[in-house]
């Protein structure tokens, strides 16, 4: 099972110029975050779910965070899918150097190789940066990925680490003297279904044609179950 590398990195260029190189080229770069493993299996085979599905999943349906909207307007945002569809969640910061606008541009790939069904997985992005991040920020960052997406920030470190624990992830940021700010976090990204639970989660580096992958045969279970 294949779990993130643990690295701290500080943002050396301007979000808007790596979103404007990835969308451009779709390079895949190195990662930055750091993770922890989960208990579960990963498999290999394409007719078969190739990330991480835990025994016993997490659920994380009476969670919520803020999403805000240009203007600092907020509305509370469960992390549940709506009724016959799958939310895409991934927890970093719009300055992130590598691992968040990779991951970002990977699921915006993934939803268009599912076609029509690429609107039926639903996309969050919360910050574990807020004071940098504001709400404008968020907004203008994952238009650039998901135009429909769900921008999530709090001012509240409590309400932040609620959420963060409830999918088992970390995040850390440190002022320096000099002005600079070092980010850490977790990156997993995950997938919950409209019960609330987690359906698999991705390690970073597991890229667009897996995604699509896992999401068509979870979208198809999710049919047949209703």
Known sequence: ???????????????????AALLV??????????????????????DQIQGIVRDEP????????????AGDTETPFAFRADDGKLLFVAF???????????????IKKAR?????????????????????????????????FATDGHPLRTDDP????????GFGVTSSVVKNADGSTDVSHSARSFVVDDQG???VEWSFGTGADVMASDLELLLAQQDGAS
């Open 112 to 144: 268009k190789q599912l076609g029509a069904d690429g609107d039926r997985v639903q996309v969050a992005f919360a910050t574990v940066d807020p004071e940098r991040d504001t709400a404008d920020v968020m907004t203008q960052y994952l238009g650039s």
């Open 25 to 46: 080229a779709g390079v895949a770069l190195a990662g930055c975050g750091s993770g922890s493993d989960a208990e579960g299996t990963t498999t290999t085979k394409a």
């Open 1 to 19: 099972m294949a779990s993130p590398r643990d690295l701290t990195r500080t943002a050396a260029l301007p979000a808007a110029l790596l979103v």
């Open 158 to 165: 409590d309400q932040l680490h609620a959420a963060q624990d």
């Open 58 to 69: 997490l659920q994380v349906g009476d969670l919520s965070l803020p999403e805000v909207a």
């Open 197 to 199: 639970d987690v359906v």
């Open 92 to 106: 970093g910061y719009t300055n992130c150097p590598d691992v968040c606008p990779t991951t970002l541009y990977d």
